[in-house]
Nanobody, 117 residues
Framework: QVELVESGGGLVQPGGSLRLHCAAS????????MGWYRQAPGRERELVAT???????NYADSVKDRFTISRDSAKVTVDLQMNSLKPEDTAVYYC???????????WGKGTLVTVSS
């Protein structure tokens, strides 16, 4: 099993920044792609950004040039730097990771990001 724990959410004003952090524990010796997804009230969960074990990244169009995903493969952590935040970025943000050892994806419990004045 793999456990993912997110941190760093909170309330921020429009135009502000937040950094989300996700740490993996458990059977983490063969982790594949990791990423962040979000779910706003009344909406489906959507991809925000992903990063492969070799550092390749993919972003949703809505966050390109504002968000940056990074990972520390040795510590098995993934961060999401969010700049120029907008009210429409308000959502619960979930960490996601694939374990080659177990052969399945795992999810964290989420961290709430609220962008409001």
């Amino acid at each position: 099993q793999v456990e993912l724990v997110e941190s760093g959410g909170g309330l921020v004003q429009p135009g502000g920044s937040l950094r989300l952090h996700c740490a993996a524990s458990g059977r983490i010796f063969s982790m594949g792609p990791m990423g962040w997804y979000r779910q706003a009230p009344g909406r489906e969960r959507e991809l925000v950004a992903t990063i492969t074990s070799s550092g390749g990244t993919n972003y949703a169009d809505s966050v390109k040039d504002r968000f940056t995903i990074s990972r520390d493969s040795a510590k098995v952590t993934v961060d999401l730097q969010m700049n120029s935040l907008k009210p429409e970025d308000t959502a619960v943000y979930y960490c996601n990771a694939f374990s080659y050892a177990v052969g399945q994806y795992y999810w964290g419990k989420g961290t709430l990001v609220t962008v409001s004045s």
